[in-house]
């Protein structure tokens, strides 16, 4: 495991960002690093060379030297130029948070989709970045003794990195047209489609775990357990289906390269009839965290789909915290994932949530239009079947305005 020093730099003006380092040592622990020593940085402007100014630096230094480390990790993202002037001062390689992420992206990333967007990411990041040091990958500055071959090294470098990155986003549009197609053809399935949400942690995987009393989701107690949405059917109280979709965890200054390169991904959030927004009920920083995934479903434009708060990991609680939490968020449902408390309390909450587009009516079909049921089963969720002393069907289904008016025309 590589010996890691944590640095985060602050404005001695602003508020310190001890939560943002706390998360910055989970994620190291994740990608496999231990965290020696964390470092806080206050400073009265940022330094455009080196971020932290050349005294910092040299103390800095020092330290990496006495700890003997392997890494430092920066909790805000650095340039290329800051990066290359601290790898020349720091006697260990030097890498931000952004390149922390995507290393863990990397490790986690199964499906081919999911594969192709993290190698995007970091093409993206790498791409400025490629300056490298020593003749081979001269930076392209002109002049006397920075001709020749190194330039053509860089340039080519370069360009085999755009043509890789401009293959890269042809296959992700094709994977995403075919998400497209499969998302279709969910949507000819009469089944809700419901989208679970929240912060890296939460419990996400582990809860669509238990709704559907299987194993069949990775999930594990560390960050970004899970990356590749996962849809499942789970069997609701009154009958019938609906599909669940895990999506990928969010996180405080979650690079944009990130949520341009799975936006396909992320997208799955903004086609749900519900989501529900996982929060860990336990966590010191849980009203933070849960501004980060509102501001997060804001931006993919999918504030208007209902939203409901499902507290995760309500077990940990003391009584009087459970009782303040409740308190102040009286429309929240407070559940266990780990032990399946409340569970079924969340799903008729959903059905409840549900009904605003999907709403429980009744048909009747005649002896003779048994045949028709086909059609009932395609553009409908049957909970229920009672069978007619005539020989006839009467069917209890959940369906949206548009289908019921259509089965309506059809069995008339």
Not at 106 to 120: D, H, I, P, S
Not at 197 to 220: I, P, W
Not at 327 to 338: C, G, L, T
Request: hydrophobic fraction near 40%; proline fraction near 3%; charged fraction near 25%.
């Amino acid at each position: 495991m590589e010996k890691v020093i944590l640095v985060g730099a602050s404005l001695k003006n602003a508020p310190v960002e001890e939560d943002s380092l706390a998360e910055l040592k989970r994620l190291t622990h994740t990608a496999g690093g231990t965290v020696l020593k964390t470092v806080q940085v206050r400073l009265q402007a940022f330094n455009a060379a080196t971020l932290i100014g050349r005294g910092k630096l040299e103390e800095l230094a020092l330290e990496v030297q006495a700890q003997e480390a392997d890494t430092v990790i920066f909790d805000d993202e650095i340039s290329p130029a800051q990066q290359n002037n601290l790898e020349e001062i720091l006697p260990a390689k030097v890498i931000d948070r952004t390149r922390l992420i995507l290393d863990i992206f990397a490790q986690r990333a199964r499906t081919q989709e999911g594969k192709l967007q993290v190698e995007l990411a970091q093409l993206k990041y790498l791409l400025p970045r490629l300056g490298g040091k020593g003749t081979a990958l001269m930076q392209q500055k002109g002049g006397i003794g920075l001709r020749g071959p190194g330039e053509t090294k860089l340039e080519y470098d370069k360009r085999r990195l755009r043509l890789r990155i401009s293959k890269l986003e042809k296959e992700i549009d094709t994977v995403k047209a075919g998400r497209e197609l499969r998302r279709q053809r969910r949507s000819q399935i009469p089944l809700p489609q419901i989208a679970l949400v929240g912060y890296t942690n939460a419990g996400k995987s582990t809860l669509l775990n238990a709704l559907t009393h299987t194993q069949s989701v990775y999930a594990d107690d560390k960050l970004f357990a899970t990356l590749d949405p996962t849809t499942r059917r789970v069997r609701m109280p009154s009958g019938g289906e609906m599909l669940f979709t895990d999506t990928v965890g969010f996180i405080q200054k979650l690079p944009h390269s990130l949520v341009t390169s799975f936006r396909a991904t992320l997208e799955e959030t903004a086609f749900a009839d519900v989501i529900l927004h996982i929060q860990d009920a336990s966590s010191r920083k849980r009203a933070a965290q849960a501004q980060t995934v509102c501001r997060i479903i804001t931006d993919l434009q999918a504030q208007h789909i209902p939203v409901i708060d499902v507290f995760n990991k309500a077990d940990l609680l003391s009584p009087a915290r459970a009782e303040l939490l409740r308190a102040q968020n009286p429309n929240a449902v407070f559940i266990s994932a780990a032990n399946g408390a409340h569970l079924q309390t969340l799903l008729r909450r959903v059905e409840q949530a549900i009904s605003y587009k999907w709403q429980v009516r009744t048909l009747t079909l005649r002896a003779d239009q048994l045949n028709k049921i086909g059609a009932v089963y395609e553009k409908s969720l049957v909970i229920h079947q009672t069978p007619q002393a005539d020989g006839g069907l009467q069917l209890t289904v959940m369906a949206t305005v548009g289908n019921y008016q259509s089965l309506q025309k059809h069995l008339n």
